[in-house]
Structures are given as C-alpha cells and as structure tokens.
C-alpha cells in the first residue's frame, strides 16, 4: 500500500514546479529561487499530508480560541515607528497560553 496521499504530493510537486519557473526537486523538498534586494535565495517547500482534516477558516492559536485570520499586510514605511511593547490584546492572549501550560 502507498504512503497516504502519495499520488497527491506528486500532483502538488509538479503543479508547484510548472508554476514556479527554475524551481526543482532537492531530496524530497522542493526549491524555489528568487532573488531579493539583489541577493538569491530559495523557498523551500516540503509536503506532507495531513492526519487530521479540517475545514478551511478552522486556523486557531489555541484551541477554542476564536478564529485567527492572517492579513496580508504592507511593512510600515522605514519612518514609520514600530511599537515595542506588546498590546493588551498580547499580554492576554500570552497570559491564556501560560495559564494553559500551568506555567
């Protein structure tokens, strides 16, 4: 019998290579180059299949928490000052997660 989702990632690995020119396999990873403020660098993407599925809009930090949605969000301006002490809604969220680990 075949690894779970063997004929999946084979499908994903060649959708992956056609869509990204230059990328190829390295081991069982895939590597994407791309060239950043003139450096190269590689994204390297590994598939594996899921043991649990889940619905998509199910991504949560902590369990029974609410709903966490990623934002894709500009970077502030070089000008523009970046808070350094964390929110109220941090150190709550971080109280939770200690409570929870009984620390």
């Keep these: 019998m075949a690894a779970k989702g063997a004929q999946a990632k084979i499908d994903v690995t060649q959708k992956i290579l056609e869509t990204f020119p230059?990328?190829?396999?390295?081991?069982?990873?895939?590597?994407?180059?791309?060239?950043?403020?003139?450096?190269?660098?590689?994204i390297k993407v590994v598939l594996t299949a899921a043991k649990v599925l889940v619905e998509s809009g199910e991504d949560t930090s902590l369990p029974g928490e609410k709903a966490v949605t990623i934002k894709n969000e500009v970077s502030p301006e070089p000008n523009e000052k970046i808070p350094q002490e964390p929110t109220a809604e941090e150190k709550e969220r971080l109280q939770t997660l200690l409570n929870r680990l009984g620390l």
Aim: proline residues 10%; without cysteine; glycine residues 14%.
């Design 22 to 42: 230059g990328a190829f396999v390295y081991n069982k990873e895939i590597r994407i180059p791309y060239t950043e403020d003139g450096s190269p660098g590689q």
